[in-house]
């Protein structure tokens, strides 16, 4: 198992245009989870999916921003109408369904936005 | 809401030094607590966890105890080693209606001197 890997590992992007990252878990974790960390702070939940299901939105995830997870393997993290403010690393973890379990975290996509 | 609060960094301390790092937190209800930690380069990675009120957490010398009268749990370590120079999170993860969710504090970044 190599663990949960992200994709790309950097992203730099023009102001208005759409990304999408990537997020592979640990292929027999349940549960994934996406965070965003800016410089000095801790990462800050963004949504979490049990399987195929997003279970819950944080008010942080704003109409631009949309996650999924189709076949409960893969996730995808995508920001249309990029702004400067959403500059910032991107981490996915994965963890087992195994009540409040540790989670695993990938190595993260850093976005930047010009 | 729930949150999390760590002493601000960073922390210098010369190798051998005792470390005490502080975190308290709100929580409705009874939240598992965490300690993740972020070496330069790398993801962040769990430390050590407690589940319940009266459990510590221990692993690479690191100690926390789960003081539910204080809202505390403190990191401490009885020698540092400069190997142990990283970002330290301290964070909660309580369930709540659509799963479990983790609170991250703003990291304490620890350097060691030898």
């Known amino acids: 198992d190599t663990g949960v890997s992200q994709d790309p590992r950097h992203k730099i992007t023009k102001r208005g245009q759409n990304v999408t990252f990537r997020c592979d878990p640990i292929?027999?974790?349940?549960?994934l989870y996406w965070y965003r960390q800016t410089l000095g702070q801790g990462p800050e939940f963004l949504t979490y999916?049990?399987?195929?299901?997003?279970?819950?939105k944080s008010r942080l995830l704003s109409d631009r921003f949309s996650a999924e997870r189709p076949k409960g393997s893969f996730s995808t993290l995508e920001i249309q109408r990029t702004e400067q403010g959403d500059s910032a690393m991107y981490l996915c973890?994965?963890?087992?369904?195994?009540?409040?379990?540790?989670?695993?975290f990938g190595p993260g996509t850093r976005l930047t936005v010009t | 809401g729930d949150s999390v609060t760590q002493m601000e960094g960073p922390v210098t301390l010369s190798e051998e030094a005792f470390l005490t790092i502080n975190c308290t937190y709100t929580?409705?209800?009874?939240?598992?607590l965490f300690w993740y930690v972020q070496y330069p380069g790398e993801g962040l990675q769990l430390l050590l966890k407690a589940t319940k009120a009266d459990d510590k957490g221990s692993n690479k010398g690191f100690e926390a105890t789960y003081r539910k009268e204080t809202t505390s749990f403190h990191l401490e370590k009885g020698s540092v080693q400069v190997s142990d120079s990283a970002v330290y999170f301290c964070?909660?993860?309580?369930?709540?209606?659509?799963?479990?969710?983790?609170?991250f504090g703003a990291g304490t970044r620890l350097f060691v001197k030898a």
């Open positions: 973890a994965s963890s087992p369904s195994l009540g409040e379990s540790e989670q695993y």
């Open positions: 964070a909660l993860s309580a369930k709540n209606t659509g799963g479990f969710k983790t609170i």
């Open positions: 999916f049990q399987n195929e299901a997003q279970l819950e």
């Open positions: 292929s027999e974790h349940n549960r």
């Open positions: 929580a409705t209800g009874y939240p598992s």
